[in-house]
């Protein structure tokens, strides 16, 4: 059966959500053959593609497909996700600890995404602008963008959003030894990723409070935490699966050796 391009575009979707990266892609790259002319559906597919690209760590990849997009809302003029797709490529260096680069395009993001008003695109913002900071040792400044990320998604209520912005606090209060703050900040996130099902965001607040736990001494409770995560990287195929089951064997040694 010959699927039209939407269909295709879909079950890339799918299979992405699913951490089926290489399908996605098969998806994505059969159902861009069939396009022609139309802009709205190809930025569609080249974004798609270049989160495939980013996930799977392949960066000049994801770039490429992103500059592609690019080109077009600048050609569309569409302000919004051109600023959007900036905030991608600028998390693309930042995965690479290309700060200077990261920052770039994060703040080409933020003119755009503040002069449209898109506010829930702007808490994402700030809590990546949050994470470099700390990556540059700058926490005052990481605490300013933190809680900016709050106040931009509390202003949509977003509850995705929210448990982001408390995540991007947890790591702040962290990283400024304030571990009961952090720990508080990481069980609120936690709460709001469990209502709404969200295992990405399960499992991104159990690896950071498996950090917090060993720190405070409780590694039963650190185990708990990670056990969780294993079992999410499992059912998706996330790439720190070996790591974190090589992690959880530790802990496990260590609460049987006394330590």
């Known amino acids: 059966m010959i699927l039209d391009p939407v269909s295709l575009l879909n079950l890339g979707n799918s299979a992405f959500t699913r951490g089926q990266f290489r399908l996605a892609l098969s998806h994505y790259l059969k159902g861009l053959e069939s396009i022609e002319e139309n802009p709205d559906l190809k930025t569609d597919f080249y974004g798609?593609?270049?989160?495939?690209?980013?996930?799977?760590?392949?960066?000049?990849?994801?770039?490429?497909?992103?500059?592609?997009v690019v080109e077009i809302f600048r050609r569309e003029e569409n302000y919004a996700r051109l600023g959007t797709t900036f905030v991608n490529i600028g998390n693309v260096y930042a995965d690479q600890n290309k700060n200077d680069l990261a920052e770039q395009f994060y703040m080409k993001g933020a003119l755009l995404l503040e002069q449209e008003r898109q506010f829930n695109e702007l808490s994402t913002l700030y809590g990546n602008l949050s994470l470099l900071s700390i990556a540059r040792k700058d926490l005052?400044?990481?605490?300013?963008?933190?809680e900016n990320a709050l106040k931009f998604a509390k202003t949509m209520n977003d509850p995705i959003r929210i448990a982001e912005a408390f995540h991007a606090m947890a790591r702040i209060h962290m990283h400024l030894g304030e571990l009961r703050a952090s720990l508080s900040f990481s069980e609120s996130a936690y709460s709001l990723f469990a209502r709404?099902?969200?295992?990405?965001?399960?499992?991104?607040?159990?690896?950071?409070?498996t950090g917090l736990f060993e720190k405070l001494g409780d590694l039963e409770s650190?185990?708990?935490?990670?056990?969780?995560?294993?079992r999410i990287d499992e059912k998706y195929h996330l790439p720190k699966l070996a790591e974190n089951r090589a992690r959880l064997l530790e802990l496990n040694r260590k609460i049987r050796s006394g330590q």
């Open 222 to 230: 650190a185990i708990r935490a990670l056990e969780e995560v294993v």
């Open 140 to 146: 005052a400044g990481g605490l300013e963008h933190a």
């Open 196 to 209: 709404h099902h969200h295992e990405y965001g399960i499992a991104m607040t159990l690896f950071h409070q």
């Open 48 to 68: 798609n593609i270049g989160n495939v690209y980013a996930a799977s760590g392949e960066y000049d990849a994801a770039v490429l497909y992103y500059q592609k």
